[in-house]
């Protein structure tokens, strides 16, 4: 849906634009092209789990593909604990201060205003940049998932992981 809406918003800024100009009245804003920004951000936002979940991720696979079932559980199992929870947990850290700051809140722990585009008639910075935090807890959780199921895998346990992913497919 988000990225329909993204089509839409960018289709509106284009035709806007060339009409506009042949007519001679500013039919466009700032805001449509901020707002097709954030909505392009949002989808890779959102996205970054839905790819872990679904196994749709790029991955050079010349070794991986012909490896049993327990050794791609171990290596993705290890990539996971030791690269991408630990990259989830730097990102939130990392994130924290520069999103509660765009919010507005300042070094002696006041509020006051939101950052906002620099751009005339732009949206506000804050919530967008709060949805990076966002992405990183929803990639945070799926990871966490996928390490159980990972877990089951190794100790042979992969009817058990095979019903997991039915329960959770069945959900949507």
Known sequence: MIVIITVVVGFYNVVARYVG?????RLSSNVYI???WYLFSLIFFLGFAYILKHGVNVRVD????????KKK????LLGTLLFLIPLCIIGIY??????????GRRPNGTW???????DPEGLPRAPIKTMIIVAFALLLLQSLA?????????????EIATQIQAEVEGIE
Do not use: C
Not at 62 to 69: G, T, V
């Open 21 to 25: 100009r042949f007519v001679g009245a």
């Open 34 to 36: 901020e707002l097709q």
């Open 62 to 69: 010349f070794l991986y593909a012909n490896w049993s079932d």
């Open 73 to 76: 559980a171990w290596i993705d």
């Open 94 to 103: 990392v994130t924290y201060n520069p999103v509660m700051t765009s919010w």
């Open 112 to 118: 006051g205003m939101w950052e906002v585009s620099p």
């Open 146 to 158: 996928q390490s159980i199921k990972h877990w089951a895998v190794i100790r042979g346990q992969t």
